[in-house]
């Protein structure tokens, strides 16, 4: 079998005219995402501390708001 020939992932689960569509605000959020520093901010203590990306030192930085 060739590429051309076998559909991807995304074309089996969203095939094209497929009439579902993102709303604007979503499709905007997807482009333009927030800066990840701002997610982190806002998360909880207990979620930064859950978090395996975040360095003990991230963590434990008292946020300047």
Known sequence: MNKETVPSQAEKSNPEG???QLSPE???K???PRPMDDVIREQSPQERKS???LAPEMIDDPTDD
């Open 51 to 53: 978090n395996p990306a």
């Open 30 to 32: 997807i482009k333009h």
């Open 18 to 20: 497929d009439p579902s």
């Open 26 to 28: 979503l499709l905007d």
